[in-house]
Each structure stands twice: as C-alpha cells, then as structure tokens.
C-alpha cells in the first residue's frame, strides 16, 4: 500500500510538473514567437483594438527604408525655427521613396491639407476621393474626410495604392518631425543598445536613451498626439506615452511631477512632465524611447532640434 501510495506521489508531482511546463511553452510561444503573434492580433482586433505589425516584436533594427530616410535627414541642415521642423521631415520622406517631381506635388497639397490627404489626392485624385467621402458620409460614418472612414467605399485597387505609399512615407515623416524632449545640449548618459542594466546585472537591450538632466527639468513632447497612457510603475517610475499616429509612439520615463494625463491630447513641444528619478533609476535623467510599428529604434539620429533650443 505504501508503495502505491508513494507512485501515485510520484505520478502527481510529474503531472504538475509536466502542466506547468506546458504552461511555460505556452507562454513562450505567445509571446516569442511569430504564430503568438497572429494570435495576439486576432485578439486585439476582437476587442475592438489596433493590431501592430506581425512580426515588428522580432526585429532589432528600423523598418524598411528607414535607415535610407535618417541618412537623408542628417544631410539636412537642422531648421531655423520649431515649426519649419514638421515641413523639413516631411521633405525628406517623400525623397527616400519617391521622385522629385512626386514629392515636390505632393509639397503643394501639403499646402492646403494634411500629408494623408495630400497623398491621396496625389495617387487617385479628387473625384474619387470626393465620391468616396459621399458614400461615407451617406453611411453614418465619423469624420467621412479621413482617409480611415472612407477607404472602404474606394475601389479595392486604389484603397491598396493608398495604403502602400501611406505605409511607406506616413511614418518616416511623422518621425522625423519629432522633436528632442529637452535640450539637446544635454548629455546622453546611457545610448540605445545593448548593455548590462545597471540593476539587474545581466546583459538587456536598453530600448532608449538617457539624457542626464537635474530633477525638475522641462520634458516636452517630442510631436503632437494624444497621451496613451500616463502612471507610475516600479521600473519607469513616472512615466509618459505618446501616440503620435501611423506607428509612431515616444515615451518618457522617470518623471517627478506629470502634467498629463491619459486621453489628454497634446501639442508638439507641450510640457508633460518634470524630469526625476523614479522607479529603477540611479540618478536623476529622462530616459526617451521612440517605437515604430512597436519596434523600439534609436532616436539619438532624430535630434535635430528641440523647443528648448528655438525661439518662435
């Protein structure tokens, strides 16, 4: 009787060990794999939310062109003044992918519209584009101007020339407006890459950069967007999220005082934060992480210019 009592022991721990390995695959495959992945974003859109690029998790280095498009913009003298900086990264976006005579239309629509309108109006034209609007509107659709609300009543064909120059030009002009969120003469104390965390003592990427500033310096928003989150945890301590649109997000970490908060809607060179040191810090500094299609790259190429070092 003892015996088999000590096997069916023996039989339960190995069944809970076997369960709890499972449950650790499992895991793994959710969240490092490119089938978790799918399964993640059949998820999100179920609940009503925005998928990201499948396999965006995966990769360490820029989107595709993107490299090409930061290379055109440090050839690029910085401009005089805040407001040129939205034009300028526009600029240099449509010539990474584009031709000159392209992008130099698609600058006059600019003119008069937002860079989504423009290229639409630039590939498939007015008149579609009006019709596309009617139907929208006729359907009950919010905001049947943007592009978003009435791509489903375009022909298939011109929705998907759309969505490929949109995909293409959208986020490399959207990030390279961004502006540095305090002075750029500060120092970077710790770049983007690879390191041995300070805490943890063990080799980690570090998905930004840390700019060394005294506690209760101004951090500005990099672009306009609306705040996606705002709190403190025990690793950002006090911390900010940007959603700058088409991909594009910046956060700011370690804050002492936060001026925001979530859903609030900002303004590139808005104040949203003091500078601290909170959470896993060891010194006061802002650490500023820039993601696109939720990969983190290093956004030490886009400091060009900040509000801090401009005056209107």
Known sequence: MATRRAGLGVAAVKGLSELVLFGALLAAA?????????????????????????????RTGPPPGLEEAIAAALTVPPPVRVHDAPLLGVSVALRARLSEA???????????????????????GDPLRQRAIRRARAAGADRPEQYTSHRAYLPAQAAAEVDTLRSAIAPMATALTLLWPVSVSARISSPFGYRVHPTLKTRKLHNGVDIAVPIGTPVHSAGSGSVRSAGENGVSGRYVVLDHGHGVTTSYAHGD???VSRGDSVDA????????????????????????????????????????????
């Open 30 to 58: 959710w969240s490092r794999t490119p089938a978790g992945a799918v399964g993640h974003n059949l998820l999100v859109r179920w609940q009503g939310g925005e998928a990201v690029d499948v396999l965006a998790r995966f």
């Open 257 to 259: 005082v936060l001026h």
């Open 269 to 312: 060179g808005g104040l949203l934060m003091d500078s601290g040191s909170t959470g896993g810090s060891t010194g006061p500094h802002l650490h500023f992480t820039l993601k696109i299609n939720g990969t983190a790259i290093d956004p030490l190429p886009f400091q060009r210019t900040s509000r801090t070092d401009h005056v209107d």
């Open 102 to 124: 392209d992008a130099a239309a698609i600058e006059v629509l600019m003119e008069e519209n937002d860079l989504e309108t423009a290229l639409e109006r630039h590939l498939i």
